[in-house]
């Protein structure tokens, strides 16, 4: 491994977005290019710009000169070049985009799709459209939902709720309802409260929910109320997942060990790259629970191929829209499902566009 370069993209959102507990007009990428010889491969996760300082500060000298086929011990290593200066948040963003970047690269060098590297070449991966954010009024929600589930016959789709902290809580009822006349009675309502609610409305809420047939309520307390999402799941019908937050190995066998959810979720690009997710699909594979991947879907898609207990990943609007203008190469969910490694690319599969994304770049 020759060495590691960053770059930052701030892309504003094409309407105003946000969900139960925060709101927001622009998303940034931080991008990760790791050089061997001629060949590059490319890492990304989504967070603040400082997340660079810390990749171009303390990891990519801590990489550089590294044997490229060894991915997790070079992951051990910046985890533990990170101890005290705080792993959890920002820091393991950057970890997680150098992970990610290492493992293209190796599977460029060895001119493998990542998917077939990792074991899961050819499997279908299914996806479930995301976005229904609390701000967009009722025409908004209705053409989004209806243009995945309709327009690209995506049969799982996903609404924000929990607005204000919880204190509208007719108006997200509101919302699933017309949801669920959106999408028709064939597709799977999925809704996400961000943590919003307590855990009593938690419950009144997944009661009404029921007569929508939504199917999963994510985060209905905050994820680091075990108990409280554990108490949720018990008097529910609903799925009750969580994780997404989750920046170390450790966060999610707590989660687990607790009972607290029906699908564990994590992401790639927040808890140590493709290394640990796998880990994490791993450890949930060993409690009998489904895995599903969260945000930044081509992230994700190779190593989700290659797992056995793979529900879904999660198409989320905001991260799709910068994907497909940032990057050629990206996958199809055409009938509810991608397929990495189809086209025989090496590594992810994705290059970047520097042309389309230069007038975005911040850092």
């Known amino acids: 491994m020759d060495r590691v370069e960053t770059a930052v993209y701030t892309v504003p959102t094409d309407a105003p977005e946000g969900d139960g507990t925060l709101a927001w007009d622009s998303t940034t990428l931080i991008l990760v290019r790791a050089h061997s010889g001629d060949v590059t491969g490319l890492g990304y996760t989504y967070g603040a710009a400082a997340t660079a300082r810390v990749v171009d500060d303390q990891l990519g000298?801590?990489?550089?000169?590294?044997?490229?086929?060894?991915?997790?011990?070079?992951?051990?290593?910046?985890?533990?070049?990170?101890?005290?200066?705080?792993?959890?948040?920002?820091i393991a963003g950057a970890v997680s985009a150098v992970?990610?970047?290492?493992?293209?690269?190796?599977a460029r060098l060895l001119d493998l799709p990542l998917a077939r590297l990792l074991g899961g070449s050819g499997r279908e991966v299914p996806v479930y459209g995301s976005g229904g954010f609390t701000p967009y009024d009722d025409d908004q929600q209705d053409r989004q939902l209806r243009g995945w589930a309709e327009g690209q016959g995506i049969p799982r789709v996903k609404i924000k709720i929990g607005e204000a902290w919880g204190r509208a809580e007719r108006r997200d009822l509101e919302r699933a309802a017309r949801a669920r006349r959106s999408v028709g009675d064939d597709c799977e309502l999925y809704v996400d409260a961000n943590g919003a609610y307590s855990r009593k409305q938690a419950i009144r809420v997944a009661g009404h929910l029921r007569d929508h047939d939504v199917t999963w309520f994510e985060e209905p307390v905050s994820s680091d109320d075990?108990?409280?999402?554990?108490?949720?799941?018990?008097?529910?019908?609903?799925?009750?997942?969580?994780?997404?937050?989750?920046?170390?190995?450790?966060?999610?066998?707590?989660?687990?060990?607790a009972d607290a959810v029906d699908c564990l979720q994590a992401d790639a690009t927040r808890c140590g790259g493709i290394t640990v997710w796998l880990r994490v699909a791993a450890l949930a594979e060993a409690a009998g629970l489904q895995i599903s991947g969260h945000c930044a879907p081509h992230v994700h898609a190779h190593a989700a191929a290659a797992v056995p207990n793979l529900r879904h990943l999660e198409w989320f609007h905001d991260h799709v829209r910068i994907e497909e203008l940032f990057f050629g190469g990206v996958l199809d969910p055409a009938g509810g499902t991608i397929r990495p490694g189809e086209s025989g690319a090496a590594g992810h599969g994705l290059d970047f566009r520097d042309g389309a994304a230069e007038r975005h770049r911040v850092r």
């Open 61 to 90: 000298g801590l990489v550089t000169g590294r044997c490229a086929w060894d991915v997790p011990a070079a992951n051990e290593a910046m985890s533990r070049a990170v101890r005290n200066a705080g792993r959890p948040g920002l």
């Open 99 to 106: 992970d990610i970047a290492l493992w293209d690269l190796k």
């Open 226 to 257: 075990l108990t409280g999402l554990g108490q949720i799941r018990e008097a529910t019908a609903a799925d009750v997942t969580a994780g997404e937050y989750g920046y170390a190995l450790p966060y999610f066998w707590q989660m687990v060990g």
